[in-house]
């Protein structure tokens, strides 16, 4: 899970033609409410249009949402599309795809070590076909369980591999790691909308892999993370102006963008709050450990 985040929803249903979605953007179910029922009540009690969610309430398979309780979350807005949130850069190990003989010793192929800034988290070879295949299992459970979406966290995975010289080749396919998340992720895309045509793809992060039209075309959305702050300070021009520009480039394709951010002072949000509406964009301030329904301005505001 991340901390700070920036997202981009590229909405290709008409159901926002004539109005920006408002957003929420909840992991911890189980700290937002005190049950399934709460939460779905909570979450009707919002109006939010866009929901993202953990496949799980408490991210236990026990606590697997189901269609009925995912269809009960839109009861009071049509509009609302409820997502599930999905790691295909790294694998977790609280997951109901984790063997335990992978914490002995016993690893496969495409499993590297543990994220040092993320416990529990750990590198893969994203290319690896196991590890796809996994993947796409996972992706399958929760197209079943009736989510309206999926939002792919560490598509930006490649930068471990890349250790800041961009656009290098992986020796195992002879692309580069950047090509071979491209892959992975048009490969996911096409899965789910051939199963479900209006299935919304949402990517976190890796605004670098917008410099190919074809593969933002098979998008619906992509995030990305502190761009006007790290949650503690500002970010000088310097630092946001990259993102920023990503995200021109987003809206000038017509893509819907909404930024997410955790500032924890008043005066940070202040701040925070004034870049975006300068730059047009909507906002998101929430928690750090998204457990908050959080506070949506749309852009302008």
């Not at 309206?148 to 961009?166: P, T």
């Not at 096409?190 to 299935?199: L, T, W």
Request: hydrophobic fraction near 40%; charged fraction near 25%; include cysteine.
């Amino acid at each position: 899970m991340t901390t700070a985040l920036l997202l981009i929803l590229i909405l290709a249903t008409p159901l926002f033609a004539n109005a920006a979605p408002s957003f929420a953007y909840i992991l911890q179910a189980e700290k937002f409410a005190k049950s399934k029922e709460a939460f779905i009540r909570r979450i009707n009690e919002s109006h939010r249009d866009i929901v993202v969610i953990d496949y799980s309430f408490d991210g236990e398979e026990s606590g697997e949402w189901c269609p009925n309780e995912i269809s009960s979350m839109k009861k009071s807005n049509s509009r609302r599309k409820i997502l599930a949130y999905l790691s295909i850069g790294e694998a977790e190990n609280y997951r109901p795809y984790w063997k335990q003989e992978w914490s002995h010793g016993r690893r496969p192929s495409f499993l590297l070590e543990e994220n040092r800034e993320w416990k529990g988290n750990f590198h893969v070879r994203y290319w690896n076909l196991e590890w796809q295949k996994i993947i796409q299992t996972y992706l399958d459970t929760i197209l079943a369980q009736g989510f309206d979406g999926v939002y792919l966290d560490i598509v930006d995975g490649y930068e471990f591999f890349e250790k800041g010289k961009d656009n290098c080749v992986n020796p195992q396919t002879g692309r580069t790691y950047r090509q071979d998340m491209k892959a992975f992720v048009q490969a996911l895309a096409r899965h789910a909308k051939q199963k479900s045509p209006q299935f919304m793809v949402i990517q976190q992060n890796a605004q670098a892999l917008f410099d190919d039209e074809a593969f933002m075309r098979s998008l619906d959305g992509i995030g990305a993370e502190d761009v006007f702050s790290d949650g503690k300070k500002a970010l000088s021009e310097h630092e946001s102006a990259e993102a920023v520009h990503n995200l021109k480039k987003a809206q000038a394709k017509g893509l819907f963008v909404v930024l997410i951010e955790y500032p924890t002072q008043p005066k940070l949000q202040k701040h925070v709050t004034t870049k975006a509406a300068r730059q047009g964009l909507n906002l998101l301030l929430t928690d750090r450990d998204l457990t908050t329904i959080g506070l949506f301005k749309p852009a302008g505001n």
